[in-house]
């Protein structure tokens, strides 16, 4: 490395290898170090052959891109001396979030991240109803990563996730989470299907205006139902079942029927 003509250089010898002449030779990152210049050539010659066998931990190397757009690359590199380079990150554990809820309305489900090498990661999550996500992230270690999902149709489901730590390593799928899509959840009556489940006059009001005024159907049929009869029907004996519920100490409504979604 010429020193005395190049000022980074100079640097770089005055500050990590603190040489003290000219010429100054560093032979194998510094293993090996003549100051002055020896007058024949056996002692470089010795201090080569001796670099040469010293035992030296092999290297592992492994690259990954990710491409930013705008004909713009992140290239990232790990370089592990004498050990793997690269630890897959292990599977995770099953995701978490509500059980039981209606259909249509967005339900958050939340994945636990953890990486041995602190790597940040990406996540897939298949939602057992058709809906696979495609890679998202990237997400920090040892952090949570919320996803938000919408169930169409009334039925059970099986959630689950798995990670990538973008440089080859795909972990398995998780452990499930499974979740119940239900439009009658508990006891019927939330005719107009208000997210707070109350049952009261506002539903009275729904079922009379769709029974006798042409007004919109009931959201879910199994929660109007209320009377509980076995052919699901929505009639006139809910919606006096609802009056002497509300107004004359009557019954609660009946338990919601799967059979009726």
Same mark, same amino acid.
């Given at each position: 490395?010429?020193?005395?003509?190049?000022?980074?250089?100079?640097?770089?010898?005055?500050?990590?290898?603190?040489?003290?002449?000219?010429?100054?030779?560093?032979?194998?990152?510094?293993?090996?170090?003549?100051?002055?210049?020896?007058?024949?050539?056996?002692?470089?010659?010795?201090?080569?052959?001796?670099?040469?066998?010293?035992?030296?931990?092999?290297?592992?190397?492994?690259?990954?891109?990710?491409?930013?757009?705008?004909?713009?690359?992140?290239?990232?590199?790990?370089?592990?001396?004498?050990?793997?380079?690269?630890?897959?990150?292990?599977?995770?554990?099953?995701?978490?979030?509500?059980?039981?809820?209606?259909?249509?309305?967005?339900?958050?489900?939340?994945?636990?991240?953890?990486?041995?090498?602190?790597?940040?990661?990406?996540?897939?999550?298949?939602?057992?109803?058709?809906?696979?996500?495609?890679?998202?992230?990237?997400?920090?270690?040892?952090?949570?990563?919320?996803?938000?999902? =919408?169930?169409?149709?009334?039925?059970? &489901?099986?959630?689950?996730?798995?990670?990538?730590?973008? &440089?080859?390593?795909? =972990?398995?799928?998780?452990?499930?989470?499974?979740?119940?899509?239900?439009?009658?959840?508990?006891?019927?009556?939330?005719?107009?299907?208000?997210?707070?489940?109350?049952?009261?006059?506002?539903?009275?009001?729904?079922?009379?205006?769709?029974?006798?005024?042409?007004?919109?159907?009931?959201?879910?049929?199994?929660?109007?139902?209320?009377?509980?009869?076995?052919?699901?029907?929505?009639?006139?004996?809910?919606?006096?079942?609802?009056?002497?519920?509300?107004?004359?100490?009557?019954?609660?409504?009946?338990?919601?029927?799967?059979?009726?979604?």
């Amino acid at each position: 490395m010429v020193c005395d003509k190049v000022s980074k250089a100079y640097d770089r010898m005055d500050q990590d290898y603190n040489f003290a002449g000219y010429p100054s030779m560093f032979l194998d990152g510094g293993d090996e170090v003549f100051v002055g210049g020896p007058s024949t050539a056996t002692p470089v010659r010795n201090a080569i052959n001796a670099c040469g066998a010293r035992a030296v931990d092999p290297l592992d190397m492994i690259v990954a891109t990710d491409w930013l757009g705008n004909r713009k690359m992140k290239v990232r590199v790990k370089i592990g001396n004498g050990v793997p380079a690269n630890t897959a990150p292990p599977v995770p554990s099953a995701p978490t979030g509500p059980t039981t809820f209606a259909p249509n309305q967005p339900q958050n489900f939340t994945a636990a991240l953890a990486e041995p090498d602190a790597d940040s990661l990406l996540i897939q999550f298949d939602f057992g109803d058709g809906g696979v996500t495609d890679w998202l992230g990237p997400y920090a270690s040892g952090g949570d990563a919320i996803m938000a999902h =919408t169930y169409q149709a009334a039925g059970n &489901y099986e959630i689950t996730f798995r990670v990538n730590d973008r &440089y080859g390593e795909i =972990t398995d799928w998780s452990p499930t989470l499974a979740v119940e899509v239900r439009c009658c959840i508990g006891f019927t009556g939330n005719t107009n299907g208000d997210a707070g489940g109350a049952v009261d006059l506002s539903d009275l009001i729904y079922l009379v205006n769709y029974l006798f005024l042409g007004g919109p159907a009931p959201l879910c049929d199994a929660g109007a139902n209320i009377n509980g009869d076995v052919g699901c029907a929505i009639d006139l004996s809910d919606l006096i079942y609802l009056v002497n519920y509300l107004f004359l100490g009557g019954p609660a409504p009946a338990a919601c029927d799967v059979s009726c979604e």
